[in-house]
């Protein structure tokens, strides 16, 4: 009688759940997006629990011997679908982050910070859960339970091996805390690791991805970024200043090539009308070197400019003035001549 009450009241339970749900989600949309993630979890998780609820007030001498193995394993289904709808939920929110803040703009670094907080922690978030419903599934089992008092009672060597064999694990975990609370890099930031330049494309659980500007992938551990400086060139803002080198003959005139910098600035799309200056930077015996500031809106902006200037004033002194290209310089003197012997004609 009791499982016959159990299960119409999970289909009434079930009815009037979705029929809540039903409503808000017409009203919210971030509602509807939960109810279509975690309908499949819920129509288990509602009969698990009502017939759990249900076995636990049936009397003793009503119930076969094989009962106790029957409620067991739907208190373990039940875990299962438990942590499974709660897997459910942490997405939705991911993926719910993920369309109010869009990250295809201009202007994305509060997308970029939200976000990476979002999957970052929603990532620790999974393997906690998974590590609590695994650990709660394996204390409902007795001899397992007793295994694992016996181990932590007699085995300290085995778990200060299976410590250091989680140290890794561990450190990732702790590092992805640390990345999503203090954002040293967040998603589709531009970094300089190891001399490669790149954008972050996916921050895992325990790895993160760089997508380098060659369409290859550099594969970094995450607690290597807490570990080891790196360059992040838009950690604040994706606004840069670009340098340019050139070496020119001590003869080249300044303010002519000043002008055209700014020409070729202003015709530039990408310039972003901040910086351009043009100035010497350093000299040697053979020629100056000169350097130009430009800036731009973002690193692949700026790379460009940085390529488009360069051609222009290379160009320009070529048209203008070809004598201020580098070039060596040397002095022939004529050696003094040797006196030459009495009556002996002189050598020409």
């Known amino acids: 009688m009791a499982l016959v009450v159990a299960l119409l009241g999970s289909l009434a339970l079930r009815v009037f759940a979705y029929a809540v749900l039903g ?29 759990v609820a249900a076995l636990r007030v049936v ?7 094989s009962f106790a193995l029957i409620q067991h394993v739907l208190v373990i289904a039940l875990m299962i679908s438990v942590t499974w709808l709660v897997l459910r939920c942490l997405r939705t929110l991911e993926l719910v982050a993920i369309r109010r803040y869009p990250i295809d703009v201009s202007d994305n670094l509060s997308a970029r910070r939200m976000l990476t907080q979002v999957r970052v922690l929603r990532r620790t978030a999974e393997v906690v859960v998974i590590l609590l419903g695994a650990s709660a599934i394996l204390l409902t089992i007795p001899g397992v339970r007793q295994l694992g008092t016996s181990l932590l009672a007699s085995a300290g060597l085995a778990g200060l091996a299976l410590g250091l064999a989680a140290k890794p694990v561990l450190s990732n975990l702790v590092a992805g805390l640390q990345i999503a609370l203090t954002q040293p890099i967040r998603l589709d930031d531009v970094v300089i690791i190891q001399g490669e330049w790149g954008r972050i494309e996916e921050i895992t659980g325990t790895y993160v991805v760089v997508r380098i500007w060659d369409d290859r992938r550099l ?11 790196f360059q992040n060139w838009t950690r604040s803002s994706s606004q840069l200043i670009g340098t340019v080198f050139l070496w020119l003959d ?11 910098l700014m020409r070729l600035c202003k015709e530039a799309p990408e310039w972003d009308g901040r910086v351009s ?13 000169l350097r130009a500031l430009v800036s731009s809106t973002d690193s692949g902006r700026n790379w460009d400019l940085r390529c488009r ?10 048209d203008r003035y070809p004598q201020s290209l580098p070039r060596l ?5 004529a050696s003094a001549r040797e006196p030459s012997p009495e009556g002996s004609i002189a050598s020409p």
């Open 23 to 51: 409503r808000l989600a017409r009203r919210r949309p971030v509602v509807a997006n939960l109810l279509g993630r975690i309908s499949a979890p819920m129509e288990w998780v509602i009969p698990l629990l009502m017939l």
């Open 59 to 65: 009397p003793d001498t009503d119930v076969l011997p």
């Open 219 to 229: 594969v970094v551990p995450l607690n290597w970024f807490m570990e080891n400086p």
């Open 250 to 260: 001590y003869r080249v005139p300044m303010e002519p090539l000043r002008d055209e």
């Open 277 to 289: 200056i043009l100035q010497v930077t350093d000299a040697n015996e053979r020629a100056v070197q």
């Open 309 to 318: 200037v360069r051609e222009g004033l290379i160009a320009f002194v070529q």
């Open 329 to 333: 310089r040397g002095e022939l003197e």
